[in-house]
């Protein structure tokens, strides 16, 4: 997944699949422990491009985020 992330991060307009993938690796690297590799790093970079695409007062809090928010971006990057 670090990986793809890696690609993602190349490709000039994928901010949104990026914040999704940031998010969801985050998840992964803090359940198993290894938010030194980064995981809290990928979160802050998740929820900043997160803010950036809602506006900073439409975002919800970082203990109010889910999956379903960063799915929904998903949606904005294929038009």
Known sequence: MEQAVSMLRQLPDSRHVLARSLFYLSCFQIKQHTASAGGEGNLEEA???????????????????GTTDFDSLLVHYLR
Do not use: C, I, T
Not at 47 to 65: C, I, M, P, Q, T
């Open 47 to 65: 929820l900043s491009l997160y803010r950036r695409h809602l506006g900073v007062s439409e975002a919800k809090s970082l203990d109010g985020l």
